[in-house]
T-cell receptor, first 120, second 114 residues
Framework: EAGVAQSPRYKIIEKRQSVAFWCNPISGHATLYWYQQILGQGPKLLIQFQNNGVVDDSQLPKDRFSAERLKGVDSTLKIQPAKLEDSAVYLC??????????????????FGPGTRLTVL | GQQVMQIPQYQHVQEGEDFTTYCNSSTTLSNIQWYKQRPGGHPVFLIQLVKSGEVKKQKRLTFQFGEAKKNSSLHITATQTTDVGTYFCAGTLGPNFGNEKLTFGTGTRLTIIP
């Protein structure tokens, strides 16, 4: 099966510019995640969607970051305006969980290749 | 907030030696997952542990979930060059209905000396 697709793979911008990332999850996966991974650190969840609804966005800097998943399939993450500290790899992941089964304990996440953002 | 720490941060071993990374949470976890990230790559799921004291094995890899569900470990026997990468634990806080967010640990970077 096809994996999680992300584009672009690399992006270099200057501070205060805007940037957008795109993600297409594995077909049939209801849950989509955006993570920020700063060099040498673990991925940090920015936002989690289930279908087209937001499950968690508690760590999303909402003054500059926004994300949408309008049709419950692909998603975009935008940064406007970018700051130097936004330099990181932005990972998109998806999982099958559909919310139909209570006490489901299996929630394997499949990650895309990521977008490496450099803010100068 | 919830923190998940891993030790050591880095580990260099001779090929054939064993390797262990430890994961500790400040709060009780409903489950824990382990991921491997090769240099320049993305995290890849290895396993999920749910039960207190659970032990699972995958060939040379042994995963353990602590009795109090606040710590976990990954042990690799007789490391090979293909084991190179960063190993992350990731935990879920609170009752698990399948879509709760994961909090990733700080990671342990393993390098192998041939």
């Amino acid at each position: 099966e096809a994996g999680v697709a992300q584009s672009p793979r690399y992006k270099i911008i200057e501070k205060r510019q805007s940037v957008a990332f795109w993600c297409n999850p594995i077909s049939g996966h209801a849950t989509l995640y955006w993570y920020q991974q700063i060099l040498g650190q673990g991925p940090k969840l920015l936002i989690q969607f289930q279908n087209n609804g937001v499950v968690d966005d508690s760590q999303l800097p909402k003054d500059r970051f926004s994300a949408e998943r309008l049709k419950g399939v692909d998603s975009t993450l935008k940064i406007q305006p970018a700051k130097l500290e936004d330099s990181a790899v932005y990972l998109c992941a998806s999982s099958f969980f559909s919310g139909l089964t209570l006490f489901t304990s299996y929630n394997e996440q499949f990650f895309g290749p990521g977008t490496r953002l450099t803010v100068l | 907030g919830q923190q998940v720490m891993q030790i050591p941060q880095y580990q260099h071993v001779q090929e054939g030696e064993d390797f262990t990374t430890y994961c500790n949470s400040s709060t009780t976890l409903s489950n824990i997952q382990w991921y491997k990230q090769r240099p320049g790559g993305h995290p890849v799921f290895l396993i999920q542990l749910v039960k207190s004291g659970e032990v699972k094995k995958q060939k040379r890899l042994t995963f353990q979930f602590g009795e109090a569900k606040k710590n976990s470990s990954l042990h690799i026997t007789a490391t090979q060059t293909t084991d190179v990468g960063t190993y992350f634990c990731a935990g879920t806080l609170g009752p698990n209905f399948g879509n709760e967010k994961l909090t990733f640990g700080t990671g342990t970077r393993l390098t192998i000396i041939p």
